[in-house]
């Protein structure tokens, strides 16, 4: 059974990083590795996309400050973000497909204070 796990949340205050983890357990890999975010009474948001092949995109609002990456074997990737804004505040949520399956993780809180 594949599952995809996401760590690294927390609360910071404005201004500081926290770099969140998703790592996969299970016979997959994240070929496509996507990071998005919610908060309450919202759509869920890509914030930052992995592509096969390492292509990167980023929406507008955390351009320059959030990278995202993962690991040679693609079972594990990342999304450091830096700068840290209160509207950074959400539950962030790793997303990973491969060959048209897709999984999500459970989802990780981060809040930023002012």
């Known amino acids: 059974q594949v599952q995809l796990v996401e760590s690294g949340g927390g609360l910071v205050q404005a201004g500081e990083s926290l770099t969140l983890t998703c790592t996969v357990s299970g016979p997959f890999s994240l070929e496509h590795l996507a990071w998005y975010r919610q908060t309450p009474g919202t759509q869920r948001e890509v914030v930052a996309e992995?592509?096969?092949?390492?292509?990167?995109i980023y929406t507008n609002a955390v351009k320059g400050r959030f990278t995202i990456s993962r690991d040679s074997a693609k079972t594990t990737g990342y999304l450091e973000m830096n700068s840290l804004k209160p509207e950074d505040t959400a539950v962030y949520y790793c997303?990973?497909?491969?060959?048209?399956?897709?999984?999500w993780g459970k989802g990780t809180q981060v809040t930023v204070s002012s």
């Open positions: 992995m592509h096969t092949y390492g292509y990167t």
């Open positions: 997303f990973g497909r491969r060959d048209g399956i897709e999984y």
